[in-house]
T-cell receptor, first 115, second 111 residues
């Protein structure tokens, strides 16, 4: 089955802890993205990557870090510097048509709660 | 900042009616996409329309794009209760190639 997998589905973090959210895809997509969604809101872009070993900040990158060591994997670390991390996190991937991003495939999300 | 802004924020209709929602954006785009999200789930891609296209259809979905007005619309015809979801537009900017989403329209289709 081809797809994009996020884990865990639910994650609880204590104040001051770093946590890492996993995102893996077997679609051979070049581009991968992380978004944050707050209740009743749209998606805000945290980081995105179009090739291995390269990534760019999105609109709300502060307090987050990523790596792209393999094409299939794009983990997101929520650091203690992120003051309000409780949210629903969505990972997506897409193929490039020429240089342009096309339709994105989404994982089922990770719900992060600070306790 | 969000590139796309949907209007209305919420829409309630009866089964069988049509649902129309609009998306406006600010900067030049390569393509615009519409997605659907059921509560608490990931997003599902519906339609992609390129900047040189004006209209696309997929089943009961019709999307238009007016680049001069920087706006798009999504029409769902003959709506069903199963169409109840949030709908988002997303744009791929001509500069930077980022996929950026709007705030969404929450659609409720009453049986």
């Amino acid at each position: 089955d081809g797809g994009i997998t996020q884990s865990p589905k639910y994650l609880f973090r204590k104040e001051g802890q770093n946590v890492t959210l996993s995102c893996e895809q077997n679609l051979n997509h070049d581009a991968m993205y992380w978004y944050r969604q707050d209740p009743g809101q749209g998606l805000r872009l945290i980081y995105y990557s179009q090739i291995v070993n390269d990534f760019q900040k999105g609109d709300i990158a502060e307090g987050y870090s990523v790596s792209r060591e393999k094409k299939e994997s794009f983990p997101l670390t929520v650091t203690s510097a992120q003051k309000n991390p409780t949210a629903f996190y969505l990972c997506a991937s897409s193929y490039l048509s020429g240089q342009w991003n096309t339709e994105a495939f989404f994982g089922q999300g990770t719900r992060l709660t600070v306790v | 900042s969000q590139q796309g802004e949907e209007d209305p924020q919420a829409l309630s209709i009866q089964e069988g009616e049509n649902a129309t929602m609009n998306c406006s954006y600010k900067t030049s785009i390569n393509n615009l996409q519409w997605y659907r999200q059921n509560s608490g789930r990931g997003l599902v891609h519906l339609i992609l329309i390129r900047s040189n296209e004006r209209e696309k259809h997929s089943g009961r979905l019709r999307v238009t794009l007016d680049t001069s007005k920087k706006s798009s619309s999504l029409l769902i015809t003959a709506s069903r209760a199963a169409d109840t979801a949030s709908y988002f537009c997303a744009t791929v900017k001509a500069a930077g190639n980022k996929l950026t989403f709007g705030g969404g329209t929450r659609v409720l289709v009453k049986p």
